[in-house]
């Protein structure tokens, strides 16, 4: 019987432990890791061809909405520094970068469900 393949991508709900983190600290900022678990269906998807290919488009979309989203942030923070503060500033590229990579993602596994 031959194994099923790992799917990669369902390691990143590992980043949701993190959140346990939020709970004992009361940092309400850490049980934003929660959003992770999501990645958990991964380990039940076969990665084949079309998989890796919708995966490489979300996560080009996600780096450049990252990219987009940090330039706005420091041209924000450049012209009202009391607004945004220079974590908030940082953070948002890894914010934006996942976001936008998750929702592609969702809506490329929607097109191809329907096709």
């Known amino acids: 019987m031959r194994n099923k393949p790992i799917n990669k991508l369902g390691f990143v709900s590992l980043l949701a432990l993190l959140g ?11 049980l934003s890791f929660f959003y992770y678990i999501v990645y958990i269906r991964y380990f039940f998807v076969v990665p084949d061809e079309l998989f890796l290919k919708n995966v490489s488009k979300a996560a080009s979309i996600g780096f450049f909405g990252g990219i987009f989203a940090t330039g706005i942030a420091v041209a924000i923070h450049m012209i009202i520094p009391q607004f945004l503060s220079s974590n908030l500033v940082l953070g948002s590229c890894f914010i934006a970068g996942t976001v936008c990579f998750t929702v592609m993602l969702l809506i490329l596994e929607i097109r191809e469900q329907v096709d």
């Open 20 to 30: 346990i983190g939020g709970i004992i600290t009361e940092s309400k900022g850490m």
